[in-house]
């Protein structure tokens, strides 16, 4: 056989479809697992999809061989340990020039690590996010290029036409820049979904809790949804779960599903990155605390033995003014999740000297990945005006949408919180705007605590220079007399 134009490494699901998704494009692909069952399986898909041309491999030197030179070889395997030994399993194999792209959700830093690694070797190494999910990898993700820019120049021509392609802006994919970028800026786009799936579960809480809407009603709401403003994946397919009845039993799958939600890291590293770069991320952080605590399934139940009770209010609700309502709050609550996301983007690029270009993330976040949205175009505008906008809540745009629609959003939280009914996002988000939109807020008690307890010293507001002041023996001296 000729030799293929690139490898895949790691046959699980998401990298099956990724290589059949290469191969459907015109680009031969050779196909390597340590579980060789997979290798066969894949190359069997290959054929009942169109007999995409997918060559399989069961040893890795055979595999790297068969690959034209300079050799790219994308791995998706599990990220950690896994990955290292991957690249121990490819390195013995490859030469000077060959570059390996690991496309899982890696930590940022240890793709810059083996970056380095890789290059006193004389091998080229990329970090390439993928997002999309199965669907996204079969037919077109949104890819995250970053570390080598040779090696970006390497597989330009494959990713371009391999991304999720939206009519009005091109394909989901730009190199994003250097070292750990790539998986950095992906890692940001799982907390940002950690946000809004969060957002939308509230929302259904509030219309199911409050409003007593059945799922057929949901259904409903959430499919006209989607014909608006709040169009994205992410509203899509919940409005297509609350139309699946339960084919094991009664009623509708939804109220079946264990209300446990699991995880695998990234939304929990957004959150640590947030901390260590003091960027306010209150929203990502409200949905990450969300799932901590519906993992506390058996304390819970115990929980609500101990505070039994009714916490509704009993007063009638107006249900197509609730849904309106809700579809602000949403939205509304959107903005400030995306606004902090983007926030710790900036001030990572800043602090690596990266060069990130937001306008241009919000563009590839359009189509292919799971917080595809309408609403990312107008981020991606709101850039464009202004590439260095501080936070996109004052981007005169959503600002102007902000302000329209934060007397339903505070309707919503208010009508949640006299409910008995947990908005922690919602509530989050409104608490985030109030903070920002003020130009004054309690922190100056807060910093005289500090002063009085640490000796931390203060600013004045009517003249420069740093204080201290005598906190405990003025009190002392005052009560005596």
């Not at 809480?205 to 409003?211: I, M, T």
């Not at 991320?281 to 304390?299: H, N, Q, W």
Request: glycine letters at 10%; charged letters at 25%; a negative charge.
């Amino acid at each position: 056989m000729a030799l293929t134009r690139i490898g895949l490494a790691g046959l699980a699901v998401m990298g099956q479809n990724l290589a059949l998704n290469i191969a459907e494009k015109g680009f031969p692909i050779s196909v390597y697992n340590r579980t060789t069952s997979k290798v066969d399986e894949t190359v069997q898909r290959a054929k009942a999809e169109g007999n995409l041309p997918v060559y399989g491999f069961h040893d890795p030197a055979s595999f790297v061989n068969s690959i034209q030179k300079p050799r790219v070889v994308i791995m998706l395997v599990k990220a950690g340990a896994p990955v290292d030994q991957t690249i121990a399993t490819l390195a013995a194999h490859l030469e000077q020039g060959d570059c390996i792209i690991d496309g899982g959700n890696e930590w940022y830093e240890n793709t810059e690590r083996r970056e380095k690694a890789m290059e006193e070797r004389g091998l080229l190494y990329l970090g390439m996010g993928v997002s999309g999910g199965e669907e996204g990898a079969r037919n077109g993700p949104s890819l995250m290029p970053g570390g080598s820019f040779e090696a970006y120049k390497y597989i330009e021509d494959i990713v371009l036409k391999v991304a999720a392609q939206v009519p009005d802006s091109g394909p989901c994919v730009t190199y994003i820049g250097k070292g750990g970028s790539g998986n950095f800026v992906k890692m940001v786009h799982n907390g940002i979904e950690y946000g809004d799936m969060q957002l939308i579960s509230e929302a259904y809480d509030v219309l199911k809790s409050v409003g007593k809407l059945t799922n057929s009603e949901l259904h409903q709401v959430f499919s006209e949804w989607n014909k608006g403003e709040l169009l994205s994946f992410l509203i899509e397919i919940t409005a297509d779960i609350f139309g699946i009845k339960d084919e094991q039993g009664e009623g509708y799958l939804v109220d079946k599903v264990l209300d446990k939600t699991g995880m695998k890291g990234t939304g929990k590293w957004t959150v640590q990155q947030a901390a260590e770069l003091s960027v306010a991320a209150p929203t990502i952080e409200a949905s990450l605390d969300s799932r901590f605590l519906s993992g506390l399934k058996d304390e819970r139940v115990e929980a609500s033995k101990i505070f039994q009770g009714d916490y509704s209010t009993g007063l009638p609700v107006d249900k197509a003014q609730l849904i309106e309502d809700v579809r602000q709050a949403l939205y509304a609550s959107k903005i400030c999740s995306y606004a902090q996301g983007m926030n710790i983007i900036k001030a990572k690029s800043s602090e690596k000297g990266w060069g990130l270009n937001l306008g241009e993330l919000a563009r590839i976040w359009k189509g292919g990945c799971i917080i595809r949205a309408i609403f990312l175009d107008r981020i991606k505008k709101a850039y464009d005006r202004n590439s260095n906008l501080a936070n996109l809540l004052v981007d005169p745009e959503f600002a102007q949408e902000i302000m329209d629609r934060q007397a339903a959003w505070r309707r919503v939280v208010c009508l949640a919180i006299n409910n008995g009914v947990s908005t922690p996002g919602m509530s989050a988000s409104l608490a985030y705007f109030d903070s920002y939109r003020r130009d004054r807020l309690p922190a100056n008690l807060v910093q005289a605590q500090r002063d009085y307890f640490g000796a931390h010293t203060y600013e004045r507001v009517d003249m420069p220079g740093a204080f201290h002041t005598e906190w405990f023996k003025i009190a002392r001296n005052i009560s005596k007399n």
